[in-house]
C-alpha cells in the first residue's frame, strides 16, 4: 500500500541517515549486541549529523523541528539493518529524556545539558522503574526528603534502559514530607552526583546491545536547581509524557515489523524446497499475505497517530490503543517471519533470530499492554455514563 506520510524533506533526512547507518552501525550492531553496549563514538557519530534531537530548539543544538516523522526516519533505518537496540538507546534519548527537558527544565539546565544530548557526548536515561514498582507508579519508594533548601535522594531503580552508559538521569521520586502540590517530583540527576552508583548490567532476552542497568542513590544530595518543573506534580510531569513515549514503542514496533517481513520475504525467494523457492508454495504465499497486510494496517494506524501528534491532538487514549494493537502485532509478525526462515530462523547469526527476542519487550515497557486496554476500557466506560447520563 502507497505510503504518504513522507515529503521531499524527510526522504532527504533519510538519505543521510541511511549512510550513516550503512557506514556506522551495519557492520557493528551484532558485535554490540554481542557486548552489550553500543560505542559512544556511535552516538557521537549520530550527533554530528545531526540524528539525535532533531525536535528541540535550534539555538540549543537540536534540529528545532517539532515533527515525529524525523524520528520515526531513523528508526526505520536502524531497525532495517537489526540494530534495534542502538535504535532503542536513541529513543530514550529522543524521545523520553529531551522532552522533559525541554519542557520541564530551567534555562540553566536547558542549556548545560541539550546541546550535548543532542551532540551526542552526553547520553541520559529515564528512571522511573524500580523493582518493586513498574506500570504502577504510585508504588515507587525512592525518595526525595527535603533538607534545608535542597533534597536527600534515596532509592534504587532498575530496567533503566540506557542506565550503564548515562551521564545524566531523570529520576522519579516520592517526596518526604509531600508537598502541598502532591506527593511525587521529578529531577535531573547528573551521573557523577556523590551517592549515585550502578549495579548490574542485566543480562537481558533481546535488545541485549543497549546498556539496560540497576541504579542506586544513596544520601544523594540535590539543590532546588536540579528539579524539573514542579515540586509536587512528579507523577502529573510524567502522565503527560507518556502518549509520546507509548507512541514511540508502536513506531518502533512497525519499523520492526517492515524489516521482519522483508528478510522473510526475501529468503522465501532465495531458499528451495522439493526443486522449487518455498515462496511459490500456497501455504506460505498465503503467509506472506497475511503479513504484509497487517502491517500495512498497522502503518495506516501509526500514520494517523503520528499527524494527531504533531498537530497537538494525540490523546493518551489514542496512544494507549497504537502501543497495545501494534505491539501485540509485532509479536505475531516476528514469529510468522522466523517460521518462514525454518532452522535458520532460530540461529543468532540471522537477523530475525534476534529481531524475535528484541521485540518481545514492546508489550511490556511505557506500560504493560494489560495497562493499555484497562485505560482504554476505563475512557470507554466513562465516555458511555456520559452519554447515558446526557439522555
Given at each position: 500500500?502507497?505510503?504518504?506520510?513522507?515529503?521531499?524533506?524527510?526522504?532527504?533526512?533519510?538519505?543521510?541517515?541511511?549512510?550513516?547507518?550503512?557506514?556506522?552501525?551495519?557492520?557493528?550492531?551484532?558485535?554490540?549486541?554481542?557486548?552489550?553496549?553500543?560505542?559512544?563514538?556511535?552516538?557521537?557519530?549520530?550527533?554530528?549529523?545531526?540524528?539525535?534531537?532533531?525536535?528541540?530548539?535550534?539555538?540549543?543544538?537540536?534540529?528545532?523541528?517539532?515533527?515525529?516523522?524525523?524520528?520515526?526516519?531513523?528508526?526505520?533505518?536502524?531497525?532495517?539493518?537489526?540494530?534495534?537496540?542502538?535504535?532503542?538507546?536513541?529513543?530514550?534519548?529522543?524521545?523520553?529524556?529531551?522532552?522533559?527537558?525541554?519542557?520541564?527544565?530551567?534555562?540553566?539546565?536547558?542549556?548545560?545539558?541539550?546541546?550535548?544530548?543532542?551532540?551526542?557526548?552526553?547520553?541520559?536515561?529515564?528512571?522511573?522503574t524500580e523493582p518493586g514498582a513498574g506500570s504502577d507508579l504510585r508504588g515507587i519508594r525512592t525518595t526525595a526528603r527535603r533538607d534545608g533548601d535542597g533534597w536527600i535522594?534515596?532509592?534504587?531503580?532498575?530496567?533503566?534502559?540506557?542506565?550503564?552508559?548515562?551521564?545524566?538521569?531523570?529520576?522519579?521520586?516520592?517526596?518526604?514530607?509531600?508537598?502541598?502540590?502532591?506527593?511525587?517530583?521529578?529531577?535531573?540527576?547528573?551521573?557523577?552526583?556523590?551517592?549515585?552508583?550502578?549495579?548490574?548490567?542485566?543480562?537481558?532476552?533481546?535488545?541485549?546491545?543497549?546498556?539496560?542497568?540497576?541504579?542506586?542513590?544513596?544520601?544523594?544530595?540535590?539543590?532546588?536547581?536540579?528539579?524539573?518543573?514542579?515540586?509536587?506534580?512528579?507523577?502529573?510531569?510524567?502522565?503527560?509524557?507518556?502518549?509520546?513515549?507509548?507512541?514511540?514503542?508502536?513506531?518502533?514496533?512497525?519499523?520492526?515489523?517492515?524489516?521482519?517481513?522483508?528478510?522473510?520475504?526475501?529468503?522465501?525467494?532465495?531458499?528451495?524446497?522439493?526443486?522449487?523457492?518455498?515462496?511459490?508454495?500456497?501455504?506460505?504465499?498465503?503467509?506472506?499475505?497475511?503479513?504484509?497486510?497487517?502491517?500495512?494496517?498497522?502503518?495506516?494506524?501509526?500514520?494517523?497517530?503520528?499527524?494527531?501528534?504533531?498537530?497537538?491532538?494525540?490523546?493518551?487514549?489514542?496512544?494507549?490503543?497504537?502501543?497495545?494493537?501494534?505491539?501485540?502485532?509485532?509479536?505475531?509478525?516476528?514469529?510468522?517471519?522466523?517460521?518462514?526462515?525454518?532452522?535458520?530462523?532460530?540461529?543468532?547469526?540471522?537477523?530475525?533470530?534476534?529481531?524475535?527476542?528484541?521485540?518481545?519487550?514492546?508489550?511490556?515497557?511505557?506500560?504493560?499492554?494489560?495497562?493499555?486496554?484497562?485505560?482504554?476500557?476505563?475512557?470507554i466506560a466513562g465516555r458511555t455514563v456520559r452519554e447515558t447520563s446526557s439522555t
Amino acid at each position: 500500500m502507497r505510503r504518504t506520510l513522507y515529503d521531499e524533506e524527510h526522504e532527504d533526512f533519510r538519505a543521510t541517515v541511511a549512510t550513516f547507518v550503512e557506514k556506522v552501525v551495519a557492520d557493528q550492531w551484532e558485535r554490540w549486541d554481542d557486548e552489550g553496549l553500543v560505542d559512544r563514538s556511535a552516538w557521537e557519530a549520530a550527533g554530528s549529523l545531526g540524528i539525535i534531537g532533531t525536535s528541540v530548539p535550534e539555538e540549543l543544538g537540536g534540529g528545532g523541528v517539532a515533527d515525529f516523522r524525523y524520528r520515526m526516519v531513523v528508526m526505520e533505518e536502524l531497525c532495517r539493518v537489526g540494530a534495534n537496540s542502538f535504535n532503542a538507546g536513541l529513543s530514550v534519548q529522543d524521545d523520553l529524556v529531551m522532552p522533559y527537558v525541554v519542557d520541564l527544565g530551567s534555562d540553566q539546565q536547558r542549556a548545560e545539558w541539550l546541546p550535548r544530548l543532542c551532540v551526542g557526548s552526553a547520553i541520559g536515561s529515564l528512571a522511573l522503574t524500580e523493582p518493586g514498582a513498574g506500570s504502577d507508579l504510585r508504588g515507587i519508594r525512592t525518595t526525595a526528603r527535603r533538607d534545608g533548601d535542597g533534597w536527600i535522594l534515596n532509592g534504587a531503580k532498575t530496567f533503566i534502559t540506557n542506565g550503564y552508559l548515562a551521564d545524566v538521569v531523570v529520576v522519579l521520586a516520592r517526596l518526604d514530607p509531600q508537598t502541598d502540590a502532591g506527593g511525587f517530583a521529578v529531577f535531573l540527576v547528573p551521573a557523577d552526583r556523590p551517592g549515585f552508583s550502578r549495579g548490574r548490567k542485566l543480562d537481558k532476552l533481546g535488545l541485549r546491545g543497549n546498556d539496560t542497568a540497576e541504579l542506586f542513590f544513596e544520601d544523594l544530595r540535590l539543590t532546588d536547581a536540579d528539579l524539573l518543573g514542579t515540586a509536587g506534580r512528579g507523577l502529573a510531569h510524567v502522565m503527560e509524557r507518556l502518549p509520546l513515549e507509548r507512541l514511540s514503542i508502536a513506531a518502533t514496533s512497525v519499523a520492526a515489523s517492515a524489516a521482519a517481513y522483508d528478510w522473510a520475504r526475501r529468503y522465501c525467494f532465495e531458499r528451495n524446497a522439493f526443486g522449487r523457492p518455498i515462496g511459490e508454495f500456497q501455504a506460505t504465499r498465503f503467509t506472506l499475505a497475511e503479513i504484509e497486510t497487517e502491517v500495512d494496517a498497522a502503518t495506516a494506524m501509526l500514520d494517523r497517530a503520528v499527524l494527531l501528534l504533531n498537530d497537538g491532538e494525540l490523546t493518551a487514549i489514542d496512544a494507549a490503543k497504537a502501543k497495545w494493537w501494534i505491539s501485540d502485532l509485532h509479536q505475531r509478525v516476528v514469529d510468522k517471519c522466523l517460521q518462514l526462515h525454518g532452522g535458520y530462523g532460530y540461529m543468532r547469526e540471522y537477523p530475525i533470530a534476534r529481531a524475535y527476542a528484541d521485540a518481545r519487550i514492546q508489550p511490556i515497557y511505557g506500560g504493560t499492554n494489560q495497562i493499555m486496554k484497562d485505560l482504554i476500557g476505563r475512557d470507554i466506560a466513562g465516555r458511555t455514563v456520559r452519554e447515558t447520563s446526557s439522555t
